[in-house]
């Protein structure tokens, strides 16, 4: 195998380089380099398989490492020839055990160097060592400029309890199953977490007839006890929720990045009830 690494320095916080690997429009943006149509199916949870495609044609991939903010690893573990998989013929074995991995450190709170680590048969290196610069150029404007940025919405409660409660009831598996969902047909019967950065979060959203459910999930990127909960969901999209001691209240604000299915509206009104219900739920703690 040949080895290269490349690196470059990116004038935005971590969680936005990062953002911009996990999010398919940041994705696209930036690996348009190595095709216009290139893009991915698949979740970077570690253990999980990737499908990386031109809408034919492309690569199957483990996610080996996903541990935020540090570091990614994938390896081929065969090729996607017009849709089907291939691990076999003469055309994918070249291919399988190449590995990519991208590296990230923090300078400050506003920048970032993001390393990428190719080890790949030595018969395609040489398009790759010249392909991957311009690719990190495209990655630094995606994230420098905003490019396939989500839209941002704003809710806001000032909730009346004490402020450890109102943390605690953020973070409690058993809490969060009580005011997690938005209309009382639903709930939640499984909250996991591990409340560390880069600790994750598998929270189940339940139709109550069982018609229907779904897990959210997602990475913990801040963590400052009683003050500051930040998070990224798997598909990249960005949560900060800030919590201040007013006098005889704690003001909360949540922002989230908006997904691109549904209306803001309804995604407002969505994230805006499950907000009441936690708001109701500490305040009768």
Request: charged share 20%; proline share 5%; aromatic share 12%.
């Amino acid at each position: 195998m040949k080895k290269f690494v490349h690196t470059i320095t990116i004038h935005r916080p971590i969680h936005e380089v990062w953002s911009a690997i996990l999010s398919e429009p940041k994705y696209r943006a930036w690996t348009s380099v190595f095709h216009e149509n290139s893009h991915f199916t698949g979740t970077w949870v570690t253990g999980n398989e990737l499908l990386f495609s031109d809408g034919k044609d492309g690569m199957i991939s483990e996610v080996t490492v996903c541990d935020y903010p540090t570091t990614i690893e994938l390896v081929t573990r065969g090729l996607l020839q017009n849709n089907m998989p291939d691990y076999t013929s003469s055309l994918a074995l070249p291919w399988i055990g190449t590995t990519e991995r991208y590296e990230f450190t923090i300078i400050d709170a506003q920048t970032t160097q993001f390393h990428v680590m190719m080890s790949v048969n030595p018969d395609f290196a040489a398009e790759f060592e010249t392909t991957w610069p311009a690719a990190l150029l495209r990655l630094k404007s995606v994230c420098e400029t905003n490019i396939a940025s989500y839209q941002t919405i704003t809710l806001v409660a000032d909730i009346t309890a004490p402020l450890t409660t109102v943390w605690q009831a953020l973070l409690n598996p058993d809490d969060i199953q009580n005011w997690n969902f938005a209309d009382p047909s639903w709930y939640c019967p499984a909250a996991i977490n591990t409340p560390d950065v880069g600790g994750r979060f598998c929270y189940t959203m339940a139709a109550r007839d069982q018609s229907m459910s779904f897990d959210f999930t997602g990475t913990f990127t801040t963590i400052q006890p009683e003050s500051v909960l930040e998070y990224l969901l798997d598909d990249g999209r960005f949560v900060s929720i800030q919590l201040t001691q007013q006098t005889d209240s704690i003001h909360l604000v949540q922002k989230f990045d908006a997904e691109t299915v549904n209306s803001l509206e309804l995604q407002r009104q969505g994230w805006q009830a499950i907000l009441d219900n936690f708001t109701a739920y500490v305040e009768t703690k």
